[in-house]
């Protein structure tokens, strides 16, 4: 059970509350709240210095940046390199999501790694049955390929590759 408490917002933060809710992006005031405290415990934002542009969640500094920066720092990486670049990603989200007490290797915990992958702006994650999705990727197919096979511990078949969506076929998980 939670707690009842009121807090006292300024103008501009009741504004933009009420035209997300009138968006429909929330169905009301107590939905943006619990998605925003959630956020803030997820990504520790107790921790973070906006005064000096330092954002840390656990051992991961944020920095958002524009589409086209994250663009022309791929451009740099060749494609032959694709696939070490998603097992080096991989390798250090792997460590990561063990730091935070959820071991990928194990099949139940799947869904909940990729719904992190997806709140920390890898693109949108699901899992059904025997198929991973990336839809609104932010790497590289070759690259999501290999980072989700080395975090999952799995051998991954591509299904579909478009510019909005990769589809993967579990082939097997790596023992």
Same mark, same amino acid.
């Given at each position: 059970?939670?707690k009842?408490?009121?807090? *006292?917002?300024?103008?501009?933060?009741?504004?933009?509350?009420?035209?997300?809710?009138?968006?429909? !992006?929330?169905?009301?005031?107590?939905d943006?709240?619990?998605? $925003?405290? +959630?956020?803030?415990?997820?990504?520790?934002?107790?921790h973070?210095?906006?005064h000096?542009?330092?954002?840390f969640?656990?051992?991961? !500094?944020? $920095?958002?940046?524009?589409t086209?920066?994250?663009?022309?720092?791929?451009?740099?990486?060749p494609?032959?390199q694709? *696939?070490?670049?998603?097992?080096?990603?991989?390798n $250090?989200?792997?460590?990561?999501?063990?730091?935070?007490?959820?071991?990928p290797?194990?099949? +139940?915990?799947?869904?909940?790694?990729?719904?992190?992958?997806?709140?920390?702006?890898?693109?949108?994650?699901?899992?059904?049955?025997?198929?991973? *999705?990336?839809?609104?990727? /932010?790497?590289?197919?070759?690259? /999501?390929?290999?980072?989700?096979?080395? /975090?999952?511990?799995?051998?991954?078949?591509?299904?579909?590759?478009?510019? *909005?969506?990769?589809?993967?076929?579990?082939?097997?998980?790596?023992?």
């Open positions: 059970m939670g009842i408490t009121s807090v *006292e917002i300024s103008d501009e933060a009741s504004a933009y509350i009420k035209k997300a809710i009138k968006e429909e !992006r929330f169905r009301h005031f107590r943006f709240m619990t998605r $925003c405290l +959630e956020l803030a415990v997820i990504y520790t934002m107790d973070w210095d906006v000096k542009g330092i954002f969640v656990d051992p991961c !500094r944020i $920095c958002l940046m524009p086209e920066t994250l663009e022309a720092i791929l451009k740099h990486i494609n032959e694709h *696939e070490q670049v998603g097992r080096d990603i991989g $250090c989200a792997r460590a990561y999501f063990r730091r935070v007490g959820l071991d290797k194990y099949s +139940e915990n799947w869904g909940t790694v990729l719904r992190r992958m997806t709140y920390d702006g890898w693109g949108r994650f699901s899992i059904n049955d025997n198929i991973i *999705e990336n839809a609104h990727p /932010v790497l590289p197919d070759a690259i /999501v390929k290999e980072l989700l096979e080395s /975090v999952l511990n799995l051998s991954l078949e591509p299904v579909e590759l478009t510019k *909005e969506l990769y589809i993967f076929k579990i082939v097997k998980a790596v023992s």
